[in-house]
């Protein structure tokens, strides 16, 4: 199963349509060919109303790599870091709660770019990298071209005493610390993502 997020609405690729059709509501259609999925991808981009599209086929990697064809794909990189305190290193950017990510350069594997942009966007070094938590798909808009970014998401541990410096170039205009019981007022305010990868760490 392979899940897009479109800000807060979703496309969802699977082969089990009962499990879904039963539990969620949304957009149900049956993989057919390209055509197709343009039009229900351009249905769902214009109809807000659409809060979930579910694209039913018994080869997901068949459908999902169709649809994967309409957009210009990135790849990117970042971190659950925890401290020693098991608190969890989080970015404000934009107007919501974030994790640091950032996009892989020429050359770099996604483990190193996740370590960069941790260092960069919060001004620690050597965050200890550990497995890969998640991987998670978003698209959006830039200068009329439909982007597909896929993230990997790694667990990582830091046991330094360095003062944070969110990178303010990027928006960032804060980086802290937050201790499990302040996670509820990040899940209010962040990426259905960003909560995809909390669930993923065992913090929600």
Partial sequence: MYKVFFDSRTVFFTDEFEKYYHSYNGLFVRYLNDIQLA????????VR?????????HD??????????????MEAAGGLVFDQ?????????RG????????????????????REVEEECGITSPSPGKLLH????SYTLDGVMILKKTYWYRMDYSGDEKLEP??????VTAQWMPASGMD???GNTYSSIVEVLKAGSIL
């Fill in 39 to 46: 039009y229900v991808l351009e249905l769902f981009r214009n």
């Fill in 49 to 57: 109303e659409i809060r979930n599209v579910f694209i039913i086929h």
């Fill in 60 to 73: 997901v990697e068949v459908a999902f790599n169709a649809f994967r064809s309409f957009f210009r794909e």
């Fill in 85 to 93: 305190e098991a608190r969890v290193l989080v970015i404000h950017r």
């Fill in 96 to 115: 919501k709660w974030d994790l640091p990510k950032g996009k892989m350069e020429p050359g770099e594997d996604p483990v190193t770019t996740a370590v």
């Fill in 135 to 138: 991987t998670t798909y978003h």
């Fill in 167 to 172: 990178q303010t170039h990027e928006d960032i």
């Fill in 185 to 187: 007022q990040v899940v």
